[in-house]
């Protein structure tokens, strides 16, 4: 919320799975965001995103 200024958590909850599980990287989660939102023509979403997912990623470490 911190981020994003709103309460969610989904995406911001998959940057916590890529930290805590080393399944996936942040780096495939970062593309993965802009491909979704970039095509919306969402960008400035998809960086607020990949903050949020950066930002909850790096407190689980």
């Known amino acids: 919320m911190d981020v ?3 309460p969610f958590v ?3 909850s998959l940057g916590a799975f890529c930290a805590l599980s080393k ?3 942040l780096k ?3 593309k993965a965001i802009d ?3 970039t095509a919306k023509g ?3 979403v998809a960086e607020l995103n990949k903050k949020a997912a ?3 990623a790096e407190k689980c470490k």
């Open 4 to 6: 994003i200024g709103k």
């Open 42 to 44: 969402k960008a400035a």
């Open 54 to 56: 950066k930002a909850v």
């Open 23 to 25: 399944e996936v990287s």
């Open 35 to 37: 491909e979704l939102f």
């Open 28 to 30: 495939a989660l970062n």
């Open 10 to 12: 989904n995406i911001a």
